[in-house]
């Protein structure tokens, strides 16, 4: 790994990401996660003040070293007990089956190598009344805008730590067997194939 994808890219991930639009969809949506969490992709912790007194216990799933460091600062400030996994998504996480009332995953699905396979460890760990709260950018469903998505991607991914523009995240959620029952989509402030986003409950 090179200096800039561990030093330089988990702080401009982090800069990139603390505005007021992700505050407010991390508000609106994280909120409403409770009990037993499992959040796919913690990275530097930014959805933790977001947690609500309904949250018992956090297990945060990155691969990221230095964004974990920034994640544990964070977590001190919090009332919640978190503990960190450093991992890849995809690779079994160490927690057992039907464990995890809620999974969390927020601006992630874009830049893991196997999404799908990442769903699969949720929907494993997930208990049958669980739920998947997802905030994710991904492919427009604006043809134009979707072509430049394409087009972008290859270059993209090189410079955003792996990330895609171009994957359609309710395909994704659904082919990993769960069911979306909520799911909004709009284009946050800013370029139009960088800042589509889907929102959405799925179980």
């Known amino acids: 790994m090179g200096i800039y994808a561990k030093y330089i890219l988990p702080r401009v991930i982090d800069l990139a990401m603390r505005n007021k639009d992700t505050a407010r969809l991390r508000a609106e949506w994280v909120s409403q996660a409770c009990g037993e969490v499992l959040e796919i ?58 464990s995890i009332d809620t999974v969390v995953v927020t601006w992630t699905l874009c830049s893991i190598p196997n999404p799908s396979r990442a ?14 709260i997802f905030v994710e950018h991904g492919c427009s ?24 523009l171009d994957r359609k995240i309710d395909d994704l959620v659904i082919g990993a067997g769960f069911h979306i029952i909520e799911l909004k989509t709009c284009y946050l402030p800013g370029p139009h194939p960088m800042t589509y986003t889907y929102q959405g409950l799925a179980q």
Not at 70 to 87: E, G, N
């Open 119 to 132: 769903l699969q460890q949720a929907k494993r760990l997930l208990k049958p009344s669980g739920r998947l």
């Open 141 to 164: 469903n604006d043809p134009g805008i979707a072509t430049w998505q394409e087009r972008l991607t290859p270059l993209w991914k090189r410079i955003g730590g792996g990330c895609h």
């Open 41 to 98: 992709g913690i990275g530097s912790g930014l959805n933790l003040p977001f947690y609500s007194s309904q949250v018992q216990h956090v297990y945060g799933v990155d691969p990221s070293v230095e964004l974990q460091r920034m994640a544990h600062k964070r977590a001190v400030a919090q009332p919640i007990k978190v503990d960190f996994l450093s991992q890849s998504a995809e690779e079994p996480v160490p927690l057992s089956n039907a």
